[in-house]
């Protein structure tokens, strides 16, 4: 678990289950990760993981077992929960968040299937719609968790971090894409590049313009082509391909930058 969450986790374990507080955590994290790295559809499954952790968690609270992993059924659980006797829970963890937990699952259940096809492609605006609903699902079960205890300020700062607007790391644009990482070298750029393209190859041209729309000149396009060495594969035409060394420094990369991005919010 990263740094950045451990005041959250130790917040939300004051409240509920430390197993499903962590598996919460952990879901939410990577869905925002997959939204930086614009994997939209990625983002969503997480999203609706993250639910499941949150059901549970909000069941455990309520005092009632949970079934067996084969009968877990999200849908139900929000019912019931809605269907507790007022003063069971607070309203927030009897109504309002599993009517939140019901949308979001709904959306990533259904991924792209009530979309007409012929229209924009709902991809991201679904995932867009399923980070900031569960980060508001998040603040709220911090903000409840938080009650009664005298750190209001550290908290209120917990939980602007989680409203923040998140942006993707990724942009395209007309065919033309984008790294909004801070720092990028020129050889990180071609190594990027190379990353979003796979398993397709790029010529040594394409990633020489992909260099040089990042604000490098084309010397240093070129250096930073030839630098790329051992982690790929070179046809004999020159068009290249991310080796699996390649596509494992990419990852780390983006999850690097990703974590760095978060520590500094």
Avoid at 67 to 91: S, Y
Avoid at 114 to 136: F, G, K, Q, Y
């Amino acid at each position: 678990m990263s740094r950045a969450a451990q005041p959250i986790r130790s917040l939300l374990t004051n409240t509920f289950a430390a197993t499903h507080v962590d598996a919460l955590l952990r879901h939410f994290a990577a869905m925002t990760a997959e939204f930086q790295q614009s994997a939209w559809e990625e983002a969503t499954v997480k999203g609706g993981k993250f639910i499941e952790a949150v059901l549970k968690a909000q069941w455990l609270a309520a005092g009632k077992p949970l079934p067996p992993a084969r009968k877990f059924k999200a849908g139900n659980i929000t019912r019931d929960l809605m269907a507790m006797p007022a003063g069971t829970l607070a309203d927030s963890l009897r109504i309002t968040i599993p009517r939140a937990c019901e949308f979001v699952y709904d959306i990533a259940s259904n991924r792209g299937a009530r979309h007409d096809p012929s229209e924009v492609d709902p991809n991201e605006i679904d995932a867009t719609v399923v980070l900031a609903t569960c980060s508001w699902i998040l603040a709220e079960l911090v903000r409840r968790s938080q009650r009664g205890l005298a750190t209001t300020g550290r908290v209120n700062e917990l939980l602007a971090s989680l409203s923040r607007r998140r942006y993707p790391l990724i942009e395209e644009v007309d065919g033309r894409v984008y790294f909004h990482l801070p720092g990028l070298s020129a050889r990180q750029v071609a190594l990027l590049s190379l990353w979003h393209r796979y398993p397709r190859r790029a010529t040594k041209d394409e990633l020489l313009s992909s260099i040089r729309r990042h604000g490098f000149s084309q010397e240093n396009a070129r250096k930073a082509v030839a630098r790329l060495g051992r982690v790929v594969d070179e046809e004999p035409s020159g068009a290249v391909k991310l080796l699996l060394p390649g596509l494992s420094e990419a990852e780390s990369l983006m999850h690097r930058d990703f974590s760095l991005s978060k520590h500094r919010s």
